[in-house]
């Protein structure tokens, strides 16, 4: 999830923080939490300091909160609406112990673009399959795990082979990405209802939503087949993914697509649950 976004407004989610933490809006998104009776949570980061300040107030809560404070970006690609960036290594090296004096619990790295609704596909390549692996190479030799936004099954692949700790979302993910996923000790959250909740809004072409949606869908199937380690997370902030809803949301897209033919679902989901904790 992402504390400071709304799930409706990106761009008043940024002028809530950009002159100073929000503390309202943080208060708020917790409370939906503890509504709900979700303890235990994993930001995405940001920068505005909005995730640094939700790691004091969130035991208020009595919510256990993992952040990276921020995320860490190649500079020219995606990333740049919740973290900071590097050119090469050395700037890596910088960023990893900037984030360890803010007190951040882990890295992430941003190693692909994300879906292009209008069109279908990605909205750039991945990093390069060697740049990949020194990433996680190195901020694992930082004594972090690594959470991964990735997407397209070379990325899925590459961070799997490398050892990342997960990957979050993994869209358009093929055959071979599965795989690497299932002999790895990687876990998947692959946030479907960032796609499931945009089926009848209207705010892209509903052929391409559909054909991403059934995508995800026979994914997820092929995943438990293959003994893939799976978690839940909404992506919550998200357009349409509100916080506390979204990962109620999740949890009922995950029983829907998969109840019929894998009854024991849950008990494997937790398990994945279980072992992103230790991880994180």
Known sequence: MHIFM?????RQAV???????????????????????????????DIYGTSKRTMEIAPEYGITYRTPVFAIHKKGHYGGIVGKAYENMKDYRKLIQ?????????VKIMISGIMDFDRGGLTESSLPDEEIRELIHIAHEEGFAVMAHTNGSRAVRAAALAGVDSIEHGNFCDDDALQALASSETIWVPTIVTVKNLLGDGRFPEH????????QQ?????AFELGVKLALGSDAGAYRVLHGQGLMDEYQVFQKVLEEQWPHWEEIISQGDRLLKRKF
């Open 208 to 215: 391409v939503v559909e054909k991403i949606w059934e995508g």
């Open 98 to 106: 900037e984030l360890r004096e803010q007190g951040g619990h882990f």
């Open 6 to 10: 709304n799930g409706v407004d990106y």
């Open 218 to 222: 026979k994914n997820l199937h092929r």
């Open 15 to 45: 002028r809530d923080q950009i002159n100073g933490v929000n503390e309202e809006v943080i208060r708020k998104n917790l409370e939906e939490y503890r509504r709900r009776g979700i303890t235990w949570l994993r930001d995405g980061g």
